[in-house]
Every structure is written in structure tokens, then in C-alpha cells.
């Protein structure tokens, strides 16, 4: 297993089953690193199993770079929040941003906000 550094229990993941009870397992590997973007490249290197978000691996998954393992499970769900100091004077460029967040987060994780195009042109530029 390759574990991710800024959790609150990096050697425990908790997987929920497709009836809402949880389970938890005492991991441990290779690898215990800071960065996703690192146990992402570790894992698609045949490194290891990885337990991250969908919305970092779900670009690697639909390219085939990464197999899901475990399918009947997934993590507890968490919040993301976006913290602004009014919404009084609310700038364009952060109201902008707000909603951007709100429909990734909204939207399924493995497809990219605005369908497959946004992200072909991504990938381009």
C-alpha cells in the first residue's frame, strides 16, 4: 500500500461497502509520501495500491493508467469548502472560481467540468 502523509490516520483506511457499514484496515508499504501526484505515478509504476480521491485518479482510471480494486467500496465522503470573507463584495473572479468548484465537485469525478472536449483542449495546450 502507498499512503498519503496529510491524513489524520495515514496507516488506517477506512472503506465504506455498498451498505453504508464501514471497515477499516491497518496498512502499510513501500512508500509514504506529501504528494498525490507522487503515489499517483508510484502506483500507475506498479508501485502499489493507492487510496485517493476520485478526483485525482479519475483521469488515470478512464485512461486505463490505474484499476480500481475493490469496486463494491469507496471512502467516507468529505466536504470541500471555499472560504471567502464576505460574499458582500464578492469579486467576478472569485464568484467565478466558487462555481467552478461547485460543479466539479457536483459533477461525476471522472469526467472533467465540461465534458471530453474541455479536456482533449486541455491536454493540448
Same mark, same amino acid.
Given at each position: 500500500m502507498?499512503?498519503?502523509?496529510?491524513?489524520?490516520?495515514?496507516?488506517?483506511?477506512?472503506?465504506?461497502?455498498?451498505?453504508?457499514?464501514?471497515?477499516?484496515?491497518?496498512v502499510?508499504?513501500?512508500?509514504h509520501?506529501?504528494?498525490g501526484?507522487?503515489? %499517483?505515478? @508510484?502506483?500507475? !509504476?506498479?508501485?502499489?495500491?493507492? $487510496?485517493?480521491? #476520485?478526483?485525482v485518479?479519475? *483521469?488515470?482510471?478512464?485512461?486505463g493508467?490505474?484499476?480500481?480494486?475493490?469496486?463494491?467500496?469507496?471512502?467516507?465522503?468529505?466536504?470541500?469548502?471555499?472560504?471567502?470573507?464576505?460574499?458582500?463584495?464578492?469579486?467576478?473572479? %472569485?464568484? @467565478?472560481?466558487? !462555481?467552478?468548484?461547485?460543479?466539479? $465537485?457536483?459533477? #461525476?469525478?471522472?469526467?472533467? *467540468?465540461?465534458?471530453?472536449?474541455?479536456?482533449?483542449?486541455?491536454r493540448?495546450?
Open positions: 502507498l499512503t498519503y502523509a496529510y491524513v489524520s490516520t495515514p496507516f488506517q483506511w477506512r472503506l465504506i461497502d455498498g451498505e453504508g457499514r464501514a471497515h477499516e484496515a491497518r502499510g508499504g513501500p512508500l509520501a506529501n504528494s501526484e507522487l503515489l %499517483v505515478a @508510484a502506483a500507475i !509504476a506498479g508501485m502499489g495500491i493507492i $487510496f485517493e480521491p #476520485d478526483f485518479v479519475g *483521469p488515470h482510471l478512464a485512461r493508467e490505474l484499476l480500481r480494486v475493490l469496486p463494491g467500496y469507496s471512502g467516507p465522503k468529505l466536504d470541500v469548502w471555499a472560504v471567502y470573507p464576505s460574499r458582500r463584495h464578492l469579486s467576478a473572479k %472569485v464568484r @467565478a472560481f466558487v !462555481a467552478y468548484l461547485a460543479e466539479v $465537485f457536483a459533477g #461525476d469525478p471522472l469526467r472533467p *467540468p465540461g465534458g471530453q472536449a474541455a479536456a482533449e483542449t486541455a493540448r495546450r
